[in-house]
T-cell receptor, first 114, second 112 residues
Framework: NAGVTQTPKFRVLKTGQSMTLLCAQD?????MYWYRQDPGMGLRLIHY???????AKGEVPDGYNVSRLKKQNFLLGLESAAPSQTSVYFC?????????????FGPGTRLTVL | SQQGEEDPQALSIQEGENATMNCSYK?????LQWYRQNSGRGLVHLIL?????REKHSGRLRVTLDTSKKSSSLLITASRAADTASYFC????????????FGEGTQLTVNP
């Protein structure tokens, strides 16, 4: 199993450009998440999904949109990138279960907005 | 706002010593988890402790939880250079689903 993968690994954008980050998981997990991590800080939740076709806002959703058209994929979109969105983006997933489960993380996408 | 605050922000020890990291949080929780992040990598789950548990062990890891003080500690015994990483606590308030709120992390350096 590849686990959680993210595409691309690195990207440089100019202010105002748009892009989509792709997260894929092959563990048949119901829940998927997008986080951002800024220097010296922990992760902050941007958006999450509790199943195919559903999405919800996290702690810092402004400037981002998401879609979960297929269970295994969770897309994060930036419609008009801003320098404040320079960050490392992590995707995570976990399974639906009665008990709380750990999250599995992808390797991250390093985004720079000039 | 960050639910968890970790202490210390950075810790440097010698191989073989024990490392203790602390995490405090503000609101009631269902469970608390510890994750590790090597430089430039994603996070890896280490251990989960539920609100009705006080202590858990996993190999060289020992986690305690004091819900009355809203705090947790992670102890790594007999540290190794390979333990060098950032360590994050994360809390969940939910009994199902598992949105996590992360602390700012402790950077641990283990010198050979």
């Amino acid at each position: 199993n590849a686990g959680v993968t993210q595409t691309p690994k690195f990207r440089v954008l100019k202010t105002g450009q748009s892009m989509t980050l792709l997260c894929a998981q092959d563990m048949n997990h119901e829940y998927m998440y997008w986080y951002r991590q800024d220097p010296g800080m922990g992760l902050r939740l941007i958006h999450y999904s509790v199943g195919e076709g559903t999405t919800a806002k996290g702690e810092v959703p402004d400037g981002y949109n998401v879609s979960r058209l297929k269970k295994q994929n969770f897309l994060l979109g930036l419609e008009s990138a801003a320098p404040s969105q320079t960050s490392v983006y992590f995707c995570a997933s976990n399974e639906l279960a009665g008990a709380i489960r750990e999250q599995f993380f992808g390797p991250g996408t390093r985004l720079t907005v000039l | 706002s960050q639910q968890g605050e970790e202490d210390p922000q950075a810790l440097s020890i010698q191989e073989g010593e024990n490392a203790t990291m602390n995490c405090s949080y503000k609101t009631s929780i269902n469970n608390l988890q510890w994750y590790r992040q090597n430089s430039g990598r994603g996070l890896v789950h280490l251990i989960l402790i539920r609100s009705n548990e006080r202590e858990k062990h996993s190999g060289r890891l020992r986690v305690t939880l004091d819900t009355s003080k809203k705090s947790s500690s992670l102890l790594i015994t007999a540290s190794r250079a390979a333990d060098t990483a950032s360590y994050f606590c994360a809390t969940s308030k939910e009994t199902s689903g598992s949105r996590l709120t992360f602390g700012e992390g402790t950077q641990l350096t283990v010198n050979p």
